[in-house]
């Protein structure tokens, strides 16, 4: 166990007074307060974190500044937590991701042998030959794709968003942003400090923790900070984006807070970039700033016997830290324009071997590091075999360099160029309203760091005051911090350039050399910079790659879009805090009463079925059942109810629906379908007349806001004088249906409900048990039927009566599950369910909702042209009456030939007609009845479904005529 604790240091982030208790993998460990996952693993001897992505090669803590996802984990509650951020708190068990089994015994470890067959961008180019094998590569890519598991039965923590506002927002608690909070504070600002470490002293608590000199700065800069009235901090706080107008979304524990600042200084600082060379991902191997983060911050001891690599004056002070911790440098090996041999003096007076002009070549070790090939390098990167040497160690720490973490400067404007003697890239311009300082800006020295963020605030207080802003004073170092090319190729391959990626050095030059050689097509074609850590630490080396094959500058071959979010963001957090409304039916308190199973629906809580969830499809069959035989009633206050009174109602609903509705006779109803310009379907509804100019309509449920809106929008933008009244909150309404449903109602009302007096689609006003009311003769669910629309006042009285009344009849309230398949076998359709965002009416099988001969109406150009072009349409299908047979389900897909010819819309088991129903959006030709539609299940299984041209159930509609005998049970 190459881990362990060190002894205590100055700059601590965790109390040794204090333990926990923790499980990893079901073993038992102990950790200390403050300790992360990561480091209490290391410090328990644990070096096998997870699983690479593709490869599921091992990794273990590499950045340690939740730069890469080496260090992902799952718990009972969350999934893909970053092990490298996240304390470790008292009972915690914690569980690799993208594991099959344990992670020592990974049972797709053998894709590591499999990478010659998995090269950059062969999703692309394998598996669709031969066709009739691609389901079953698709299955197996789908199950491995992705890192960890969702539990679909989590409980969601609702986190509110916030609203912040400052003068200056200064992102980063290092030298350079705690100076330039002091010094915007004392020019009179409001500042808002925001630093993504649990702590304030950002490389002052790692990279200066043993230095005295900053040691004294740190206690002078946080002790003015938190004295400092005008400046609010926020730790544990990640600054997720630059917007328009300043406006800054920051990640804190307690939810998202969006800010709005006057002003910005960006101290972000810099991301330590991997040295690329064979096997550079195992265990053991780690950058050289995480190596100091764990030892200066939670007392960990990266490893006993150590290789270095170094390419800065960074580097060198690690490997003293190291050196004086007790740790065994093996070999120092530098190389580089930032190396100095003045800067190994101290390493090599304690008798550290240092060898300038060397690199590591190659780590070795099955599932760890055990030991490291070195040897010297040309300016090329070519290592000379024939002096390599090979030193046993069980770790290699590198420090290859340095990225800026430009991400803000990027999205607000700004612009970096490469500086060829700092070999980074450093800001060139930026608004006068965002400035960067410290390291983020090319300054590395810790008094400079200062010196630039005191500039920094100086030049964005003139800016916000509107005084002439002062050049920019260059605080930046003249010598390297990097190596131009810390890249070491190997024929063998293994050399790792994005480890979320599992990208090698040949897989870049692969997508160059096959025309992909421009930074976005490389990044698109290779996937590089595009998972969780998204390029943090590997579009430099990748840029470097590039630019060295193209042979060109880096300039020239240019850096890719730096993109919100900068970190990966939980949804939860997007989300916020469920701030809309639950709206509840006037009869809401009745669903309870009678057992229902509520479902969410919009904005509504709606039943779903009146029974328990257990035994929902029986429960189903049952409501189903009862409306068919007796009498059934539904709560559908959700409708729109819509008014529209005026001299120009009819030209209104004439212009906005397919159908005419100024030829309808009072008293009348008529189906009614709206469409958008380009003749996709929008809503559908029933719309009836009660005079010349006065109009009473309905619309789905999810579309009630929206119809209102567009009919008021239609009446201005066409000038006519007619009033809109949106009256769906006003009113409730229930649905009676059933062959007994008129003998039911009939008692209760004052006015005849014979067929001649209220014919099928006809609507009247009347008193039902005392109240007034508007009764419609709808039949939705293919049964007689009666919508009663009355004031929510009423409705719960309407509602007891009908229970009531209706009690020796067997009367039984269904649910909207109940009323999805009862409309289904009468082969209506659900608007949003049976069509989406680009279907229109003919290909909905409705060409009889579409009225051409009308001069205009709001999508008939488009219809015009559509009709008879229809590439696909909507047919009903029957299965086999096999109750064992598993079903298809909704957007399964029909197949013809090996390739998608449809998907089912719609499909339930009829209780009615004692088999599987169903409605499918297929090719044209497949709509004809008698077709055949193969249709693949769950686990990919070919379930056959014959295509019908006749309705289901009732196809002369005779039971909704309620002096048909058929109405009689």
Request: aromatic share 8%; proline share 6%; with cysteine.
């Amino acid at each position: 166990m190459p881990f362990r604790r060190s002894e205590a240091g100055p700059r601590e982030w965790i109390d040794r007074q204090r333990t926990v208790q923790f499980t990893f993998e079901g073993t038992r460990y102990q950790a200390f307060a403050g300790d992360t996952i990561t480091s209490a693993l290391l410090a328990n001897g644990v070096q096998l974190l997870g699983r690479s992505f593709k490869y599921h090669r091992p990794r273990g803590a590499l950045s340690m500044a939740n730069h890469d996802i080496n260090a992902l984990f799952a718990t009972a509650d969350d999934t893909n937590v970053r092990g490298d951020v996240t304390p470790v708190t008292d009972g915690l068990d914690v569980r690799p991701v993208n594991v099959r089994g344990s992670l020592a015994r990974d049972a797709d470890r053998h894709m590591d042998r499999l990478g010659r067959f998995l090269p950059a961008g062969f999703y692309y180019k394998a598996f669709h030959k031969p066709r009739w094998l691609f389901p079953y590569w698709e299955r197996l890519i789908r199950r491995r794709a992705g890192l960890g598991a969702v539990d679909t039965a989590w409980t969601p923590q609702r986190r509110p968003k916030r609203y912040g506002y400052c003068d200056v927002l200064v992102v980063g608690g290092g030298p350079a942003g705690l100076q330039a909070a002091l010094s915007a504070a004392e020019a009179g600002l409001e500042v808002l400090l925001v630093e993504e470490n649990p702590h304030l002293g950002g490389s002052l608590d790692h990279q200066w923790a043993t230095e005295p000199a900053a040691a004294a700065q740190r206690e002078e800069l946080l002790g003015a900070v938190a004295a400092s009235p005008g400046i609010r901090v926020l730790t544990s706080a990640v600054a997720l984006g630059f917007y328009t107008d300043h406006w800054v979304p920051v990640s804190t524990p307690e939810g998202i807070m969006k800010v709005r600042a006057r002003g910005v200084v960006l101290a972000t600082g810099v991301i330590e970039q991997p040295a690329v060379f064979r096997n550079n991902d195992l265990p053991g191997v780690l950058m050289a700033s995480a190596a100091q983060r764990l030892l200066h911050r939670f007392g960990v001891q990266a490893c006993e016997r150590a290789v270095l690599q170094v390419n800065n004056a960074e580097g060198f002070a690690v490997a003293e830290d190291l050196r004086r911790a007790g740790v065994a440098l093996q070999a120092v090996v530098a190389s580089g324009p930032g190396v100095q041999e003045t800067d190994a003096a101290a390493l090599q007076d304690a008798g550290v071997p240092v060898h300038f002009g060397w690199a590591i070549v190659e780590a070795h070790g099955d599932g760890a590091v055990a030991a490291a090939t070195i040897a010297p390098v040309d300016a090329a990167g070519v290592p000379d075999q024939t002096h390599a040497r090979r030193i046993d160690c069980d770790g290699v720490v590198t420090s290859a360099g340095w990225a800026p973490a430009g991400h803000l400067l990027y999205q607000a404007g700004g612009r970096f160029s490469y500086d060829d003697t700092l070999e980074m890239p450093v800001p060139v311009a930026w608004p006068e309203t965002v400035v960067p300082a410290g390291r983020v800006n090319g300054v590395f020295a810790l008094d400079s760091q200062r010196a630039d963020g005191r500039d920094a605030a100086a030049r964005l207080a003139a800016a916000l005051a509107g005084e002439p802003v002062p050049d920019a004073t260059s605080h930046r170092d003249t010598r390297a911090h990097a190596t131009p090319w810390p890249v070491v190729p190997h024929a063998k391959g293994r050399e790792f350039v994005d480890f979320d990626e599992d990208l090698q050095y040949k897989d870049l030059i692969q997508g160059a050399r096959e025309g992909f050689d421009n930074v976005e097509l490389l990044k698109r074609f290779t996937t590089v910079g595009m998972g969780p850590s998204q390029g943090k630490h590997s579009n430099l080396n990748a840029f470097r790659i590039l630019a060295r094959y193209l042979g060109q500058g880096m300039d020239q071959t240019g850096t890719t879009t730096a993109r919100p979010m900068y970190h990966p963001v939980r949804l939860e957090d997007l989300a916020g805090r469920r701030m809309r409304p639950w709206r509840e039916t006037p009869v809401q308190a009745r669903h309870g009463e009678y057992g229902g199973f509520l479902m969410e629906s919009g904005e509504w809580e709606r039943p779903s079925f009146y029974g328990e969830e257990a035994d929902a499809a029986a429960v189903i069959a049952d409501e189903v059942t009862a409306v068919r035989t007796g009498v059934g009633i539904i709560d559908v206050s959700t409708l729109g109810k819509i008014e529209v009174v005026g001299p120009g109602a009819a030209t209104l609903l004439d212009g906005s629906y397919t159908m005419r509705q100024g030829n309808l006779r009072a008293g009348l109803t008529r189906y009614a379908l709206r469409t958008d310009d380009t003749g996709v379907i929008v809503d559908d509804g029933v719309i009836g007349r009660l005079a010349d100019d006065h109009y009473y309509l309905t619309a789905t449920s999810s579309h009630a806001e929206g119809t209102y809106q567009t009919l008021t929008r239609h009446a201005l933008e066409w000038g006519l004088d007619v009033h809109v009244v949106n009256r769906t909150g006003q009113l409730g309404a229930l649905n009676l249906a059933g062959p007994l449903s008129r003998r039911l109602l009939e008692p209760l009302v004052d006015v005849d409900l014979s067929e001649a007096a209220l014919p099928r689609l006809g609507m009247t006003d009347a008193r039902v048990c005392g109240a007034w009311a508007r009764l419609l003769r709808v039949g939705f669910v293919g049964e007689l039927g009666y919508e009663i629309h009355a004031p929510v006042d009423t409705m719960a009285r309407i509602w007891d009566a009908l229970m009531e009344a209706g009690a020796p009849m067997g009367i039984r309230p269904f649910g909207v599950d109940t009323q999805r398949v009862l409309r289904l076998e009468k082969g209506h359709i659900i608007v949003g369910q049976d069509t989406d965002g680009l279907t229109n009416p003919f290909e909905a099988a409705m060409p009889w909702a579409v009225h051409l001969k009308k001069p205009w109406f709001v999508g008939r150009p488009a219809l015009a042209h559509l009709k008879g072009a229809e590439q696909r349409k909507l047919a009903r299908f029957v299965m086999a009456a096999d109750a064992d047979q598993p079903l298809p389900r909704e957007s399964h897909l029909v197949i013809r030939d090996g390739a998608i010819a449809g998907r089912v819309t719609s499909i339930a088991r009829s209780p009615t007609l004692g088999r599987p129903i169903g409605l499918a959006m297929v090719d044209r030709d497949l709509a004809e009845g008698g077709q055949t539609l193969a249709i693949r299940g769950d686990g990919g299984r070919m379930l056959d479904a014959e295509v019908v041209t006749e309705t289901f159930y009732d196809p002369d509609s005779l039971r909704q005529n309620a002096d048909a005998p058929e109405v009689t049970p």
